[in-house]
């Protein structure tokens, strides 16, 4: 059974970095083929693709967030983390965390982290 | 970026009834070397994470009733529920991971009962 779960801070102030971290159990983001991916959600909105690691440690990253996110993985830890620079109110959002089946999309998701931004 | 645009907003469909949900891709989203269209549909409940319903268009993932149904290729997909039950509530996303560089969703269509 896969899990995973995101953890982090739920309050960061604007020009701050955030890091987030997903643990996860039930599969290794070292197999082949199988990656873990980030998306947001900002309340009441749709969601929206931030990044995708790879076993193989091919990073992708959406294009319009690209200059302030890093994705990395820990095998040894079952983690991905993901850190996200100078934030802004507007990327207030419930951050998930999700399993990336081999030569498919996300299939498993964590239960996600509301973060808000302000002062 | 492919763009997915998903219609209607929203929808009210009675009980038993069917009710469809059309996305349509920017640009095609079939992969001609495998014939497969990378697309998936997304069901979201109030307060849970996304639950996949449906890849390649129109794969069913395991344990999702077959009430649920998706179809379409290139860059017109439907999802249809053919009998709405209660617990069928909820915003239903499309995703297209044609593109290895950038994966997008439609903005949602919500699903209420009438």
């Known amino acids: 059974q896969i899990t995973l779960k995101e953890s982090g801070p739920t309050l960061v102030k604007p020009t701050q970095t955030l890091t987030l971290t997903c643990t996860f159990s039930?599969?290794?983001?070292?197999?082949?083929?199988?990656?873990v991916g980030w998306v947001r959600q900002p309340p009441g909105k749709a969601l929206e693709w931030l990044a995708t690691i790879y076993w193989d440690d091919d990073k992708r990253y959406s294009p319009s967030l690209k200059n302030r996110l890093t994705i990395t993985k820990d095998t040894s830890k079952n983690q991905v983390v993901l850190t996200m620079t100078n934030m802004d109110p507007m990327d207030t959002a419930t951050y998930y965390c999700?399993?990336?089946?081999?030569?498919?999309?996300?299939?498993?998701w964590g239960q996600g982290i509301l973060v808000t931004v302000s002062s | 970026d492919i763009v997915m645009t998903q219609s209607p907003d929203s929808l009210a469909v009675s009980l038993g009834e069917r009710a469809t949900i059309n996305c349509k891709s920017s640009?095609?989203?079939?992969?001609?070397?495998?014939?497969?269209?990378?697309l998936a549909w997304y069901q979201q409940k109030p307060g849970q994470p996304p639950k996949l319903l449906i890849y390649?268009?129109?794969t069913r993932e395991s344990g999702v009733p077959d009430r649920f149904s998706g179809s379409g290729s290139g860059t017109d997909f439907t999802l249809t529920i053919s009998s709405l039950q209660a617990e069928d509530v909820a915003v239903y996303y499309c995703h297209q991971y044609y593109s290895t560089l950038s994966w997008t969703f439609g903005q949602g269509t919500k699903v209420e009962i009438k």
């Open positions: 039930g599969f290794s983001v070292s197999t082949s083929g199988v990656g």
């Open positions: 390649w268009a129109s």
């Open positions: 999700a399993h990336r089946r081999f030569r498919l999309t996300l299939d498993s």
């Open positions: 640009q095609s989203v079939l992969y001609n070397s495998t014939k497969k269209n990378y």
